[in-house]
């Protein structure tokens, strides 16, 4: 990610209390955008928060000739793809940034156009982030994957094909590939081992209100039967449980309360038990939750991360920042991405006390179990933390900086704030109705 290092400073130790709203979720919502493209009539989604990575997919949506109208405020997106039409590699890359979303563009545009190009692909730097999974499900389908200079270029010569597929891992992305894929496909496809994240969920209600036919059973196998054509949709996003729960954590962080209006339980569900073993306070209402700090001190715990159902990797790094103030030695090992806990080197420089190790410490044998990455973390708290200068090393990553910032002791400064509004809408004036105290340089 290159965005400009821009500074923001905050001086910690207020704490954090007032109410924030949550809209529609990041990773939901530039999915159903893409699902549009499908769609032989215009689509409307609601909920649509204002985060760049909204902004980025509807540019690449512009580049490939869809008609957008968006109302900003209100969080409605209204796209019309009657013409879609080819669109430079040159384009496509400079619109997509460091976004990993035009991958997913494989499987619409080679159906509306029989082909499709994607330009090298970005993305956090929490792993390698690979797209095997995703070129491999496009061949499944009967694409052909010509790697070239500038990119990679993908056709269909005989149509797209419905399959059997088996994920050796059930990938997120992986997984809306054969999605978005399999809806216009001739015949039947059957994906196992599919991940069944709630974004998934929705993107496959998205789909259903298109016209395709998908079932989901419980042993993570997706059924698609194929149509051949689909129409637009109107929506309403799920929530986003991953900001909702970076607002959770900092409320726990700063001795804070903070109702957060949107947030839901069910997709919830994990985060809030973890949550509440760890000390954390709780009202779950129907408009939102109130998260608070009880006044006892917080408990260690061990926690692994998982795919859904289990404890999402996107709120382990908020929830470590909250593991510092934990009396005793808290144990996270995070099973999805090999290099998510390098952000723990700033909190120690901001006087946490974490150590990383290779081992699966904490639970079962991961992937990452005999390889080189540090991938378990032991946390000893509770301990105070101070102001530092640090930079932001990916968006979650990132906003975990901001939590251990506004509840240290001192100002902090934070290089590449920039890259937080890609994933959390309006975090600053958020954080001003949470009373919080920053300036950006
Ligand atoms: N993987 C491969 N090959 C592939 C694709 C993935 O080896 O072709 C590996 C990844 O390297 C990783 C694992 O499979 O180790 C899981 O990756 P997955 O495909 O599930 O992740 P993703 O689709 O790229 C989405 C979210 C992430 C979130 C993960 C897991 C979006 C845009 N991104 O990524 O969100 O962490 O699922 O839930 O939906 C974020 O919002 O900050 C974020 C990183």
């Known amino acids: ?18 109410e924030i709203t949550v809209r529609g979720a990041k990773n939901l919502v530039s999915k159903a955008m893409v699902a549009a493209l499908l769609g032989e009539g215009p689509s409307v989604l609601r909920s649509v928060p204002d985060i760049r990575d909204v902004q980025i997919v509807g540019e690449l949506l512009k580049v490939h ?29 400079a619109h997509a940034g460091s976004s990993r979303i035009p991958i997913l563009f494989c499987g619409p545009l080679l159906h509306r156009l029989g082909e499709a190009i994607i330009p090298d692909l970005g993305g956090c730097r929490i792993g390698d982030r690979p797209i095997n999974y995703h070129l491999d499900v496009l061949r499944n389908f009967g ?15 005989n149509g797209l ?24 496909a001739e015949g039947v496809t059957e994906l196992t081992n599919a991940a069944v994240e709630p974004e998934i969920e929705d993107l496959i209600a998205v789909l259903q209100k298109m016209g395709a036919i998908i079932s989901l059973q419980t042993d993570r196998t997706i059924t698609i039967e194929g149509v051949e054509r689909l129409g637009g949709y109107e ?24 109702f957060v209006r949107g947030a839901s339980q069910k997709e919830m569900a994990t985060f809030l038990n973890i949550f509440r073993k760890v000390g954390g306070g ?68 901001m006087g946490a006390r974490i150590q990383v190790y290779r081992e699966c410490l904490g639970g079962s044998r991961c992937r990452f179990g005999r390889r080189n990455f540090n991938h378990s973390a032991v946390i000893s ?26 509840g240290a002791e001192g100002v902090s400064k934070i290089h590449g704030i920039d890259l937080i509004d890609r994933g959390y809408e309006s975090f600053r004036e958020k954080l001003t109705a949470l009373g919080a105290e920053f300036w950006e340089d």
């Open 282 to 349: 709780m009202d779950i209402t129907e408009a939102g939750i109130r998260f608070f700090h009880p006044g006892t001190p917080l408990k260690a715990i061990a926690v692994e991360t998982d795919v859904h159902p289990g404890f999402m990797t996107d709120w382990q790094q908020p929830l470590v920042v909250a593991l510092t103030q934990a009396e005793g030695i808290s144990i996270v090992h995070e099973t999805v991405y090999e290099n998510r806990l390098g952000f723990t080197e700033a909190l120690n420089d």
């Open 381 to 406: 708290g509770p301990k105070d933390l101070h102001g530092a200068e640090i930079t932001v090393p990916d968006l979650r990553g990132g906003f975990s900086y901001l939590i251990a910032a506004l």
């Open 65 to 93: 000739g869809v008609k957008i109208e968006r109302d900003v405020v209100g969080g409605v997106i209204r796209m019309d793809p009657s013409n879609v039409e080819k669109a430079h590699v040159v384009d496509i890359d």
């Open 235 to 258: 929506h309403v996003a799920l929530p986003d449980r991953i900001e909702a729960a970076s607002w959770a954590c900092a409320a726990l962080v700063t001795q804070g309360d903070v």
């Open 161 to 184: 094909k419905g399959t059997k597929i088996h994920l050796e891992y059930p990938s997120v992305g992986a997984t809306e590939q054969v999605l978005l894929t399999a809806v216009r």
């Open 1 to 18: 990610m290159n965005d400009a290092l821009s500074t923001f400073s905050v001086r910690g130790g207020r704490p954090l209390k007032g």
């Open 143 to 157: 694409a052909v994957v010509d790697k070239r200079e500038l990119g990679i270029y993908i056709t269909a010569p």
